[in-house]
Each structure stands twice: as structure tokens, then as C-alpha cells.
């Protein structure tokens, strides 16, 4: 009787031990997420846009594979090249329009398949560029900061990464897009799960680099024509947080969708599609970047005439307004 009793409580004791490690293990992982929103917005009528984009691209591939993924801060313009990996590269200009290119200034690491992909912020003196790192098959989202946008000071490990096992974003996050409001930097980004699902999440940080996940994610939902949503540009206009973002179908053909709020969690999707019209742009429209100036939405996005979920897209740069 001795025996089994020493038994019965060696056993209890395990258990408690084993689940007291589970919840600490739990709890410290719940400290990665928050419920949280926006500022919130006045809201009101919104406004009713068109897409009015420049005939030709502003910023040519040339010698590479794609130019893609425009990122605009001020007078610089981060932006995507492939050549067998994806790097950033910068162009400058004064009117937004005329881009004179400077050459790739951020490179994929050996063995690495990016170091592109970015949203770029202006901020205390820098420029701040949120950007996708990682194998092809494993992306995460890692930030470098620059005092001109040329010499690159990289965080030794990635800011962002993919969620626990059975997430909506449990294989990778990608396509991060930042703002600043407030105190905070809020994040938009893609998830993919094991069966190649892409939502739309979010996440806040007071320094840039520490991030809390919102418990409400994915904070937009697939619908039953698209195969997959990404590339998130969000800003405030006139009483709502907008934005515009790329949904990709079956045929791997991809185009513009527009959405609005009033807190930046609970979104609003509005119908218009906006797609290519031109030879260059016929099969894909995607990666916006948006910039208000004054009455004006400006619009650069990434275009191409092979439909392909990744790269080989024959992708180049134009550029659009939202025009009421």
C-alpha cells in the first residue's frame, strides 16, 4: 500500500509539474499578443475613388528578372529587385514622378532567398525598413535602419515571425507594411498557413522591434474567389483609416482591392477591382505603397504581364492616383 500511494502521488506531482510548465509556457507566449486598435477615427460618408494610373512605369526592371514592391518615405523609394533573389534597391526623386535609380543598397545574405519585400518609415532622424528575410519556404520580417537610405544597420535577428503550429500564420509572415501613429508602429502583414492560405494581420511596437500580435487575427478574410490576399498599404483619409491591398486569384492573376475603417481591426471592403490596362501591367497590379498629399492619394505598385505567384513577372513600377 505504501508502494502504490508513493506511486499515485510521484505521478500527481509530474502532472502538476508538467501542466504548471504548459500554462507558464502558455502565458508567456500570450505576452507576444494584445487587443488592441487604431486610434479611433470619426468615420462619416467615405469617399468614392477611382484608380487613374500613368500609361507607362516610372521605375523599368532593365537587367533584372522584376522591379517590384515600391516602398515611398519622403524622396526616396525602396524598392524590389530580382536577379535569383530578391534585394532592395533605391531610387530618389523630387517631384515623385521622375525616379533617378541608385543601385541595390540592402542584399539578400548567402543563402538567403530576400532582403526586400519593405515598407520604409521616416522617423526620428531615420529611415526605418521593415523588410521580408528568410528562405523561400520560411520568411520572417527583420528591420535595418539608415540615416540616408543608402548604409544599412540590420537587427541581428528577425522582428516578426511566424505563429505556433496550426495558426492562420503558421508557415510564414511576409509583405509587411508600417505606419506610425501616436506612440505606436503598426504593422499590416501577410500570413500563410500549411494550406497555403494568405490573410491579413496585424501587430503594434513602441520601438520597432518588439511587436504584439493582435488577438484578432487574421483581421481580413479571404472570400471565395480569391486565392490569397497580401501586400496591405494602409493610411487615414478624411475620417477612415484606408487600404488598399492585392488579391491574387486561381490563375495566379492579381489586382487592387480597397477596404476602409474607423479603428484599423474591423474592415469594410468595397467592390471596385483595379487591374492592369496596359501591356506591361496586363496579368498583375500589387505591392502598393501609398503617400497623401494634401487632397492628393498617390500610388505606386508593382506590375507585370506573367501571371506567377512569386517572381518572373516581368514585374516594373508605375504609378496612380486615387482620385475621388
Given amino acids: 500500500m505504501h508502494t502504490d500511494k508513493s506511486k499515485y502521488w510521484l505521478g500527481a506531482i509530474g502532472v502538476y509539474l508538467c501542466l504548471s510548465a504548459a500554462l507558464g509556457f502558455l502565458l508567456t507566449g500570450c505576452g507576444r499578443y494584445s487587443d488592441f486598435t487604431l486610434p479611433q477615427l470619426s468615420g462619416g460618408t467615405p469617399v468614392s475613388f477611382r484608380f487613374v494610373a500613368e500609361a507607362e512605369p516610372v521605375i523599368t526592371r532593365d537587367s533584372f528578372h522584376d522591379a517590384l514592391n515600391p516602398s515611398v518615405a519622403g524622396s526616396v523609394n525602396l524598392y524590389s529587385v530580382f536577379d535569383g533573389q530578391w534585394h532592395t534597391a533605391l531610387a530618389t526623386s523630387e517631384d515623385h514622378v521622375h525616379w533617378k535609380k541608385e543601385g541595390v543598397v540592402l542584399r539578400a545574405d548567402p543563402g538567403s532567398y530576400i532582403a ?148 484599423g481591426v474591423h474592415w469594410t471592403r468595397l467592390p471596385q477591382q483595379f487591374r492592369g490596362t496596359q501591356p506591361w501591367n496586363a496579368k498583375v497590379i500589387c505591392d502598393p505603397t501609398v503617400v497623401v498629399d494634401g487632397e492628393r492619394i498617390l500610388v505606386w505598385f508593382g506590375g507585370g504581364d506573367v501571371a506567377s505567384p512569386d517572381e ?13
Avoid at 518572373?312 to 475621388?324: D, E, R, S, V
Fill in 116 to 263: 526586400a519585400n519593405g515598407s520604409v518609415v521616416q522617423f526620428a532622424s531615420q529611415f526605418w525598413y521593415w523588410y521580408e528575410t528568410g528562405t523561400k519556404d520560411r520568411l520572417a520580417i527583420s528591420l535595418a535602419r539608415s540615416p540616408n537610405a543608402r548604409a544599412w544597420r540590420k537587427e541581428p535577428r528577425p522582428v516578426l515571425e511566424k505563429g505556433p503550429v496550426g495558426s492562420w500564420e503558421s508557415v510564414a509572415v511576409a509583405d509587411p507594411y508600417a505606419i506610425r501613429v501616436g506612440e505606436y508602429f503598426y504593422l499590416y502583414y501577410l500570413g500563410q498557413d500549411r494550406a497555403v492560405r494568405q490573410r491579413l494581420g496585424l501587430a503594434r511596437s513602441t520601438d520597432g522591434i518588439h511587436w504584439e500580435k493582435n488577438l484578432a487575427n487574421p483581421i481580413l478574410e479571404m472570400e471565395d474567389e480569391e486565392a490569397g490576399l497580401g501586400e496591405p498599404a494602409v493610411w487615414q483619409y478624411q475620417g477612415f483609416y484606408w487600404m488598399l491591398y492585392t488579391v491574387r486569384d486561381f490563375a495566379e492573376n492579381r489586382y487592387l482591392r480597397l477596404a476602409h475603417s474607423t479603428d
Fill in 312 to 324: 518572373n513577372l516581368h514585374g516594373q513600377i508605375g504609378f496612380a492616383t486615387l482620385a475621388k
